[in-house]
């Protein structure tokens, strides 16, 4: 199995061997790669990002954190039901969003 790595801009493609021990990883050029991988094969996450609206217009937010992928569209449920009267860059607008210990936080200030 191939995968792309998405933790930089370097993008690497990691090759999956199982093996009778487990997993061997190669093609990464860092420990994040492996990572990446190992979290992929089980339980894949990913950085959110969304645009919220406040009464000066619409700003963005994102997660301070990768989110199980299974639960995006739950989030961006979640987020899509924010209205703000202005945003500050850094504020949190969702903590522990869904009890996963991820915050959604203000990109830029607006
Ligand atoms: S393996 Fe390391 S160097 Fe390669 S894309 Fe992932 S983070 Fe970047």
Redesign the pocket.
């Known amino acids: 199995m191939k995968l792309t ?1 998405i ?2 801009p ?3 493609t ?1 090759t999956v061997t199982k093996t009778k021990e487990g997993y061997k990883f190669s093609g ?3 420990a ?2 492996e990572a ?1 991988a190992r979290d992929e094969l089980t339980a894949p996450k990913r950085m959110v990002t969304a645009l919220i609206h406040t009464d000066r217009g619409v700003t963005s937010v994102k997660t301070d954190k990768p989110i199980d992928k299974k639960l995006i569209f739950k989030l961006l449920a979640e987020i899509d039901k924010i209205h703000l009267k202005n945003a500050k860059m850094g504020q949190i607008v969702i903590k522990n969003a869904l009890n996963t210990g991820v915050n959604v936080v203000v990109t830029k200030s607006i």
Do not use: H, L, S, V
Request: glycine share 16%; with cysteine; proline share 0%.
């Open positions: 790595c933790n930089c370097m993008g690497c990691i990464n050029n860092c994040r790669g990446f």
